[in-house]
């Protein structure tokens, strides 16, 4: 066994075995793999195997499309040829008007992915799998790339191939520890001895935190049983004279596939089991659950009414296994939050239709350090301090139970709730407050009209509309409230500190204490890597402050660039403070009422920050504004915050002052032309494509500058346009296809109506030749081609008058 390697990967199951593979597509040859126990023994070997391009966004269809590319390549390899039925094709089942919607949104978001899915009727589901019946059914999504392949064959096929690269394969061989050194590489311990290494990837399914706890982490992911039966041969598979469509059916929770001349079933019962939480026998290998029908006899009941012919078949054989869930049911792929050349690809529960795809994003990170797609829809990261064993069980309950039922816009599911709140939470409760979720924090959404006010969650404008135009116009005429908790704030002191943020930002980063900017950091490929807003406070402190999801993802950025030679210090308030937003043309006399000191434009001028007592409470007052108008984001420590509320209620009363949520937020930030991070700022684009110019300073240098410059000689590259949407009906949703003369020339990042310009808004990534303003075309809004115009960015007070007001 190599005593040193470049990368040793944990975990000999699709997860694992992809990463060895594409690792060595990448250029790191010299890379291990252990297992231990045999290839495929955890849960690998018992996968119901079904490969679908199905995903809800263009990163998931991606890897998927990567996935069904790679294995038909395996398949037709003569030497070791996998076992791959593909184009059985597969039917997403619908029993109403809003599941439709969905369904042609995700049509027109994978055809920007080169993925064409098809919309069809309750008659041509039956006509396509003759087996199920059309009762309360209306329709369903064709995928007619869908299909299942071998497990074991797979695996086996990856491993090979990498080993022909130089890679090698231990198995037999269990990791008894890991220990990083202070050069941050890593020493695998193991009960054959230790293996030195520059990268570790924790690819271990559902043991992911036996090894997680031996580099002092916990990873959100935990398992479920999930059960399914093979029947006996069915006359009307044998007569079909062709292979039976895929099933997947969100009305009855189940699915199912042929096998041999017979069904694979499988089960999403409502009375669903965790399993493991409490600790795995290290004996469960090779090894299944004990057979629990009792449990799905529900499920089974809708899948006897929508294929009566299951009701005239026996059961060949039952599996019950463990299949791993994380929090919003999405995997864990990329680095692992707060280590360093650590990585993991974990919660894969769909593990062997997208592994390929996963381990081919990962190992371009490993390697490259960033992956063809932006990638943080699968981040770890993307959870923070509030991902605990408890909550992750709870929403994988919950996953489980709702596994063919998609989110829909603005839904958020009950389970786990609340994660993380603040003193105002019951206080904008008791306001009668619709929450939203942001990185688990309970942040306003909108406050009902009336105790029994309920939105209907769908596609298109709602009854949430007109509530939404109240606040907005409370806002623009005189003055509102609203909470911003979760906002990502990070205090850096340090003689050096100027000097670092200036080499990590593109632009002019300010140094005058007392003033605020806005700046962009970049990757080491040029691409957009996070925005920031930057407060000098004083001579010793400066904030940093992001998007309150990008608390991990940005703490991580900046530590790992400090320089050992740096005064540099980084210290995370991001849960101690909470933001209230004043925003108004009258948001200036409400802030006088409650705090002493000069407020007027001359005194405190937009792009300022102060120190200050707001009422009894201390406060960081900033002037700036993400709804184009004049506005404070007021700094509050958590324990000072109610008070800090009562005083500015009570200073606002005179004023009618009106609380607002983040959906007013959402609509007043399209019409300024300001861009969501991980929406509209994503790593797929530089900063000239994002249209960031002003913010970009070639005179200086940054992080990623080389790379920028380079890519300054490509051609053809997208550029993000605003436009205006030609209907009053439906936003345009993210991932939706821009059309032109039926190609798809680009891509929606965000969407909304601007209530004070009285249009549907819109952002996308186009084709250059369809930049420029003016320029037509149409977008795919589930299924209708609505026509749409580029307009500048900013069509509300372009001028800026009313933030510097």
């Known amino acids: 066994m190599k005593s040193r390697t470049k990368a040793v990967v944990i975990g000999g199951g699709i997860a694992g075995c992809s990463t060895l593979y594409h690792l060595t597509q990448e250029g790191w040859t010299d890379v291990v793999l252990v297992e231990r126990d045999e290839l495929t023994s955890g849960t690998t070997w018992h996968s119901a195997a079904q490969v679908t391009n199905f995903g809800m966004n263009q990163t998931m269809v991606g890897l998927k499309t990567h996935s069904i590319n790679l294995y038909q390549e395996l398949r037709d390899d003569p030497d070791y040829p996998v076992q791959y039925n593909h184009g059985d094709g597969g039917i997403r089942l619908a029993n109403s008007e809003a599941q439709m919607d969905g369904y042609r949104h995700f049509a027109s978001m994978a055809r920007g992915m080169g993925v064409e899915f098809e919309v069809i009727d309750a008659e041509e589901c039956a006509r396509r799998h003759p087996l199920i019946s059309t009762g309360n059914l209306l329709g369903g999504l064709w995928d007619g790339n869908d299909g299942d392949i071998d497990p074991a064959s797979l695996c086996q096929a990856l491993a090979r191939r990498a080993r022909r690269s130089g890679a090698e394969v231990y198995r037999q061989t269990d990791v008894t520890g890991l220990t990083q050194h202070k050069d941050d590489t890593w020493t695998v311990h193991t009960n054959k001895g230790d293996i030195d290494c520059d990268v570790v990837v924790n690819a271990c399914g559902y043991r992911v935190n036996e090894v997680g706890a031996m580099m002092g982490v916990h990873h959100p992911v935990t398992s479920m049983e999930h059960q399914y039966f093979v029947t006996d041969e069915i006359p009307g598979v044998v007569e079909a004279g062709h292979r039976m469509p895929l099933l997947r059916c969100p009305i009855s929770d189940y699915y199912c596939r042929q096998e041999k001349n017979g069904l694979l079933l499988g089960f999403y019962e409502q009375d669903c089991k965790t399993w493991g939480m409490d600790g795995i026998s290290p004996d469960f290998s090779n090894d299944l659950c004990p057979d629990d029908l ?39 792929v990329g680095p692992i939050p707060g280590k360093r ?9 769909a593990g062997l239709g997208e592994g390929g795809g996963h381990g081919w994003l990962l190992a371009q990170q490993i390697v490259h350090g960033e992956a063809c797609y932006d990638t943080w829809v699968i981040d770890p990261r993307r959870f923070t301090g509030h991902a605990n064993v408890e909550l992750t069980a709870l929403k994988a309950i919950e996953d489980y139970q709702n596994e063919f039922r998609f989110h829909f816009p603005h839904e958020h599911r009950p389970a786990g709730r609340p994660a993380k709140t603040t003193p105002l939470t019951p206080v904008m409760a008791a306001e009668g407050a619709e929450f939203t979720v942001v990185n688990g924090w309970e942040r306003v959404d909108y406050i009902r009209p009336s105790a029994d006010f309920h939105e209907t969650h769908g596609f298109w404008f709602n009854e949430a509309f007109d509530v939404v135009a109240r606040d907005v116009k409370a806002v623009q005429n005189g003055v509102g409230l609203a909470e911003v908790n979760g906002f990502n704030r990070f205090e850096l002191t340090g003689a050096d500190r100027q000097t670092f943020l200036d080499r990590m930002i593109c632009g002019r980063v300010t140094s005058k204490v007392g003033k605020v900017g806005l700046g962009y950091l970049l990757n080491d490929h040029g691409m957009v890597k996070a925005e920031a807003t930057i407060a000098h406070l ?55 009422a409650v705090s002493r000191g000069d407020w007027s434009a001359t005194a405190f001028p937009w792009l300022s920050v102060r120190e200050c007592f707001v009422g009894i409470a201390p406060a960081t007052v900033m002037s700036v504004s993400f709804s184009g108008e004049l506005a404070y984001e007021i700094h509050i420590p958590n324990a000072q915050l109610y008070a800090a509320y009562l005083a500015l209620r009570a200073a606002g009363q005179p004023h009618d002052l009106h609380l607002f949520g983040a959906r007013a937020i959402e609509s007043m930030r399209m019409e300024k032309g300001y861009l969501h991070w991980k929406a509209d700022l994503l790593t797929e684009f530089d900063p000239f494509q994002t249209g960031l110019h002003r913010f970009v300073k070639m005179d200086k240098e940054f992080v990623g500058k080389a790379a920028l410059l380079a890519r300054q000689d490509l051609g053809n590259q997208m550029k993000l346009v605003s436009m205006v949407l030609d209907t009053d009906k439906m936003p345009a949703h993210p991932g939706a296809s821009v059309m032109c003369d039926g190609q798809v020339v680009g891509t929606v990042s965000s969407g909304d109506w601007g209530h004070r310009v009285a249009m549907n808004l819109a952002y996308a990534y186009v084709d250059p030749a369809f930049a420029a303003e003016g320029t037509t075309f149409d977008v795919d809004c589930l299924g209708q081609m609505v026509p749409a115009r580029v307009i500048a960015a900013g069509p509300y007070d372009p001028a800026m008058a009313r933030v510097r007001a």
């Open 294 to 332: 009792d449990r799905v006899t529900d499920v089974l009941e809708g899948a006897f009414e929508r294929m009566p012919a299951l009701m005239e078949v026996g059961i060949k054989n039952i599996v019950n296994g463990p299949i791993t869930y994380t929090i919003d049911g999405a995997p864990l």
């Open 341 to 349: 050349n650590a990585f993991c690809i974990i919660g894969l529960r």
């Open 538 to 592: 004083d001579a010793d402190r400066t904030w940093y402050g992001s998007a309150a999801a990008a608390e991990f993802h940005d703490m991580d950025w900046l530590t790992q660039h400090v320089r050992k030679d740096e005064d540099v210090h980084i210290r995370s308030l991001t849960n101690d403070q909470t933001i209230l937003v004043l925003a108004g043309p009258k948001a200036r006399d409400v802030l006088t």
